[in-house]
């Protein structure tokens, strides 16, 4: 998918993402949330030359590539890529309850990222 | 995870599906049914005695991440091998509908709830709660 294909992606399921709220959709926001951050990473990796088009990686950590390599302008995406899988970890695949930082936290991750892929 | 952990994660993941429409949030919709059901497998799996509720030993597995991952040492029990099929069934989305550029459409999403929905069946019948 070429760069502007992910994004479009993950504007789209922002919208749905949108659709819910927290508390009660804690779980929902914080899984949807990482698909979204898996378009706006890719398209960052494409738009950099880290990756071709054609080439993806599902997650931060399966990426292989050391955070200080990647170019210095997605780094700070790339951080917050990783704090979502993360979240993903501790609240999705773990035992959890909806922290009241949670919100802010999230919609942080997704602005970082959203920023750095709208350059 | 406990038992219970894992059912009101599935019944979270449900009532978020429930403020989604299936295809125009296809994506979410593809992954928010493969979280529930592999909640609700990983319930089942823990009953029967096939994994543990506790941290993984050599013996046995704990949580299942989808129907490949961790690898499964043994067959899926027999009450549960339809519905590892279903959740396959969903997990297969993934490449094209959530990850690439395809949208979901309605045969493919009907076929998705129905295959939570055998899901669902199956894993009650494991539990012992009562199918709606």
């Known amino acids: 998918m070429t760069p502007a294909e992910h994004l479009a992606k993950a504007e789209s399921i922002m919208a749905g993402v949108n659709k819910l709220a927290f508390p009660q959709d804690y779980l929902a926001i914080v899984d949807g949330s990482l698909v979204a951050g898996y378009h706006y990473g890719n398209a960052l990796l494409h738009s950099h030359g880290v990756l071709p088009d054609a080439e993806h990686v599902n997650t931060p950590s399966k990426l292989g590539i050391a955070a200080p390599a990647l170019p210095p302008a997605i780094q700070p995406a790339f951080a917050a890529f990783t704090e979502l899988e993360r979240l993903r970890s501790d609240f999705v695949r ?18 970082v990222m959203r920023r750095a892929s709208a350059r | 995870m406990h038992i219970d952990e894992h ?48 941290p993984a030993t050599e013996q046995k597995l704990g949580d299942l991440n989808h129907t490949y991952k961790p690898p499964m040492n043994s067959p899926a029990p027999e009450s549960l091998k339809a519905s590892f099929t279903a959740l396959a069934f969903i997990e297969n989305l993934r490449p094209d509908i959530v990850r690439g550029p395809k949208r979901l459409d309605a045969p ?15 894993t009650n019948s494991v539990l012992g709660r009562k199918s709606p």
Request: contains cysteine.
């Open chain 1, 94 to 111: 773990s035992p959890s309850t909806c922290d009241a930082r949670l919100e802010g936290q999230v919609r942080e991750l997704l602005n």
């Open chain 2, 108 to 122: 493919a999403a009907q076929r998705a709830l129905d295959a939570y929905t055998l899901i669902k069946r199956d």
């Open chain 2, 7 to 54: 059912l009101k994660k599935a019944d979270a993941f449900e009532a978020s599906l429930a403020r989604l429409d299936p295809l125009r949030d296809g994506e979410l919709y593809a992954v928010f049914l493969m979280r529930a059901g592999t909640n609700r497998i990983n319930a089942a799996l823990h009953v029967l005695g096939t994994t543990t509720d506790g």
